[in-house]
């Protein structure tokens, strides 16, 4: 989408505007459900029933939104105002779900049941966005705006579930196997700018360069399993659930930029460059899963895991600058601003449950609960003048410099498991694990500076750079298992384990860039005013980090053990 004047001349007493605008969205909705009931005559030996279902949505945004003048350096526009302007507003709506439920009931032996459910989703927005005058000549008697502006949001949802039942009357075994998954990748990837450049000529009352950006990505994903198998007879009864969701987010290799660059600028009043961003993710990735084996005259078996894995990403870059320019002069205020607001909203949850009944013979049950959690968040805020004269000391009311950076993760994993094996006259066995973990990084540069230039004002000079980074996180881990056998032997083993790693400044062991600086370099400053150089740097980590365990037997011979560990390592750059 493209609005642009080249190498034309335009005279006009009133505005000239040239707007281009891009308003693209797409929602897409997959459902997948699948039932399947086996129940055969009495003389049939066997009961199957399979239920499979995949729901699948893939969605993509990629748009190049343009507003510009061009080549206008001896022709000229003169105008009353003028606004060029360029807008992209991107919207994706996914939504997937996939279940399935088996069923089956066997009179005169065993019974069989399996069940899938899978729900993948996959949204993208590659977009690039930009206002810009090159090598243009523009004067007004009003204002000039250069704006480029751009909303991205990603909505997604996928669900995945299974439910398996089998039963069985006679002396066959009866077994059940379900599983589900939910798996969803999203990505904002954007360029949006601002710019009067490569050698423009602006006369104007008051003139903006303004690029701004908000990306927002909402995602949630769950996978729900269960399975139960039951035999009245001599048979076994066994059963396996495995619940997953996977979860992958970025904001990645993004940049907000806006900036004046070879070019002479006046003034009248005011003159600013300015760029910001506002970055959101906020996700929730949860597994769950259950499974129940019994038996009446055999053994019952059941096996049960869920895990839950996230990773959110923002790497971004915001730029605001005035450089190569031998000329920029306001008679008001100069202002040179980068702000960036980048925030991570995470819970991942992995609950698991078994057991292992049984009347006459062995009970046992594994169950593993897993909840894993990665945020990284990676921003460069930057606000300078560079190789440039700025400002009249007679004229100009004041020169701000200012960089500032706000980033902010608050992180939430949990992990549960229960495991219970159980008999009135055989053995009982049961296991249990949870497990935990949450890795936070934050690598920041904020820097605002002047280097090679000359900056002159009638007032004051501040150059500001300002930083805010904080991570709350809460890992906790529960694991519990019980056996308790009438007559015979019980054994009962338990482990939580719940980890926390938070970094500012440190990626993988080794410490990265974490700059919060306001500095002049190379350069001269006059000023009737005062001169400030403010350099603020406030780091926090607010981690609780817990982990429980606990194993319970009962029996002719019991044996219990139980085991819970946490770590938690914190660092900040110096």
């Keep these: ?26 929602t897409a909705v997959a459902a997948g459900f699948a039932v399947a009931f086996s129940n055969p005559d009495a003389d049939e030996p066997t009961a199957t029933s399979l239920a499979l279902s995949v729901a699948l949505t893939i969605n993509q945004i990629s748009a190049d939104t343009s507003a510009y003048i061009q080549d206008t350096t001896g022709v000229g526009i003169d105008a009353g105002s003028l606004n060029v302007t360029a807008t992209d507003n991107s919207k994706i709506n996914g939504i997937a779900g996939g279940i399935a439920i088996s069923l089956a009931n066997e009179k005169s032996g065993g019974a069989k049941a399996a069940a899938g459910g899978v729900a993948l989703v996959f949204n993208n927005i590659d977009n690039t966005t930009g206002a810009y005058l090159d090598n243009a000549d523009v004067i007004t008697t009003g204002d000039v705006n250069v704006d480029a502006s751009s909303v991205g949001a990603i909505y997604a949802l996928a669900i995945g579930g299974a439910v398996a039942a089998a039963r069985g009357t006679g002396s066959g075994s009866t077994a059940s196997l379900a599983g589900a998954g939910a798996f969803t ?56 659930s495995i619940g997953a969701s996977l979860a992958f987010n970025s904001l990645d290799d993004s940049y907000v930029h806006a900036s004046i660059d070879s070019s002479a600028i006046d003034a009248s009043n005011n003159l600013s ?82 057991a292992g009944l049984s009347s006459s013979d062995t009970g046992a049950a594994l169950s593993v609960g897993v909840s894993l959690a990665f945020n990284t968040i990676d921003v460069d ?45 055989g053995s009982a066995v049961a296991l249990s694990g949870g497990g935990a973990v949450a890795q936070n990084v934050i690598l920041n540069d904020t820097n605002a500076y002047a280097k090679d230039s000359f ?99 009962g029996g002719s011979d019991a044996l219990g053990l139980s085991g819970a560990g946490v770590q938690t390592v914190n660092r900040i750059s110096e």
């Design 1 to 26: 989408t493209h609005a642009v004047i080249i190498d034309s001349a335009v005279d006009v007493p009133g505005a000239v505007t040239v707007s281009a605008t891009n308003a693209a969205e797409i």
């Design 185 to 240: 990748s999203n990505t904002i990837r954007k360029g949006v700018f601002a710019n009067i450049g490569n050698g423009s000529d602006v006369k104007a009352v008051n003139i903006g360069v303004t690029a701004q950006d908000t990306s927002t990505i909402t995602a949630d994903a769950g996978g729900v399993a269960f399975a139960a198998a039951g035999s009245t007879s001599s048979g076994s009864g066994a059963s396996l």
């Design 273 to 354: 460059v300015t760029a910001s961003s506002t970055g959101t993710i906020d996700a929730l990735t949860f597994a769950g899963s259950g499974a129940i084996g019994a038996s009446s005259g055999g053994s019952g078996y059941s096996a049960s895991g869920a895990g839950a894995f996230a990773q959110h990403t923002i790497v971004n870059s915001i730029q605001a600058s005035i450089t190569n320019s031998p000329s920029v002069d306001a008679d008001g205020a100069i202002l040179v601003s980068a702000t960036d607001t980048s925030t991570i909203l995470a819970e991942t949850y992995g609950f698991s449950f078994a």
């Design 381 to 425: 805020v930057a606000a300078f003048i560079d190789n440039s004269n700025v400002g009249d000391n007679t004229l100009t009311d004041s020169i701000t410099i200012s960089a500032t950076g706000s980033t902010d993760i608050k992180a939430l994993s949990v992990a549960a498991s229960l495991s219970v094996g159980g008999s009135s006259s």
């Design 455 to 553: 900056l002159a004002s009638g007032g004051t000079v501040d150059i500001t750079a300002a930083s805010t980074s904080t991570i709350e996180a809460a890992v906790v881990a529960a694991s519990v298992s019980i056996a308790v056998s009438a007559s015979d032997k019980a054994g009962a083993a338990s482990i939580g384990l719940a980890l926390a790693y938070n970094y500012m400044g440190w990626r993988d062991g080794t410490e990265e860039s974490n700059q919060v600086q306001a500095y002049v370099q190379n350069s001269s400053i006059d000023a009737d005013g005062a001169l400030t150089l403010s350099a603020t740097a406030e780091q926090d980590i607010d981690v609780a980090v817990g982990a429980g365990s606990a194993a319970v037997s």
